[in-house]
């Protein structure tokens, strides 16, 4: 989850207490290496405008895209984390005409994340205001509450999941972000919502978060830290120690959502700059894909992809004061579940 305007706050406080004003940024541990910054290192990918989904929202003062993610009839899911009632908080994208139509909307939620499970079929969604994670049919209806409540004592704030093959959950849990405190956490919920563990904690604003291409370890991101670490996963949900995996130094851009194609490579999204950075499964730089300097004005952040099934074709919803706009690129590979950015 992003800083936002403090207009923006005072309204999603009343719609949900999404008060995210006053993040911290600790600094970082001693010998760690630092990835270059955007543009240096790898090569450029310029991508391309495909349509401009939303316009800045007069009742929140802006328009936040946010968790682009494939349907099993080949649309593309997107939610706009800051619609208010009325305005679509889901759409969906027919990417080839170039339409979208409303998919869901309400008076409570403020969503950061979609993705859909490989256990129900259904699309989950995080409510960062409300600590709650629902899901809806692809059609938009049949509304439930997934999760709620506490884990561990502490409620969640969740930003971005990730499914492992059994549909059981992973979330990025960004508590004490308005604190400006380290009180993050990667959280695992199983596939029936009964059972919440804490795989890590003590994170700087955990934010995007992907399983490796095998599966065998979560990647996840720290907004206020700008590193990337790596936690093993067992097959039972079991961790081992994690550790600090990549060191992204982006200047006044942050480490947003995470995605992952076939070959394993990280599409890690920034947050403060409409760009994004791509780096192999061992911290190298391959690539940096940006919006062209002419169309870049008011464009602040591209927070997330999602990369084609079976194909190379990559999604980004890049957003700012200019509205909320879908842009394509070639990826570096094919895309897999793990290539909707949590």
Not at 41 to 65: K, P
Request: glycine fraction near 14%; include cysteine.
């Amino acid at each position: 989850m992003r800083r936002l305007p403090l207009r923006s706050l005072a309204v999603l406080a009343a719609l949900g207490s999404l008060a995210l004003a006053g993040c911290g940024t600790q600094t970082g541990d001693a010998g760690e290496q630092a990835a270059g910054p955007p543009g240096a290192g790898g090569r450029s990918i310029r991508a391309q405008q495909v349509m401009r989904l939303t316009e800045v929202h007069e009742q929140t003062g802006m328009t936040l895209l946010e968790g682009p993610t494939f349907g099993a009839d080949g649309g593309l899911f997107v939610v706009d984390v800051t619609a208010p009632e009325g305005e679509p908080k889901v759409m969906r994208v027919d990417v080839r005409k170039k339409t979208k139509r409303a998919v869901h909307t309400d008076g409570r939620g403020a969503y950061t994340s979609a993705q859909f499970s490989p256990y129900d079929g259904r699309l989950y969604l995080t409510d960062f205001a409300h600590g709650e994670i629902v899901s809806l049919d692809a059609d938009g209806g049949g509304l439930r509450t997934f999760f709620s409540g506490e884990v561990d004592g502490a409620p969640m704030n969740p930003d971005d999941l990730a499914f492992d093959q059994d549909g059981n959950l992973y979330v990025s849990d960004s508590r004490g972000l308005t604190e400006g405190r380290a009180l993050g956490r990667v959280v695992r919920i199983d596939r029936d919502g009964e059972e919440a563990t804490v795989l890590a904690d003590g994170l700087a604003a955990t934010n995007g978060v992907s399983f490796d291409a095998e599966y065998r370890g979560l990647w996840f991101s720290e907004l206020t830290e700008n590193r990337i670490s790596y936690l093993p996963v067992g097959a039972k949900g079991g961790v081992t120690a994690r550790h600090t995996a990549i060191r992204v130094d982006g200047g006044i851009a942050q480490t947003d959502s995470i995605a992952v194609d076939a070959d394993g490579n990280l599409y890690q999204a920034l947050h403060g700059r409409p760009a994004m950075v791509v780096y192999d499964r061992h911290g190298e730089r391959l690539a940096t894909v940006e919006v062209p300097a002419r169309a870049a004005e008011g464009l602040e952040s591209a927070t997330n992809v999602a990369i084609t099934p079976g194909g190379t074709k990559a999604y980004m919803t890049v957003s700012g004061p200019a509205g909320g706009y879908l842009y394509t690129f070639d990826a570096l590979a094919k895309g897999t579940r793990q290539s909707n950015g949590g």
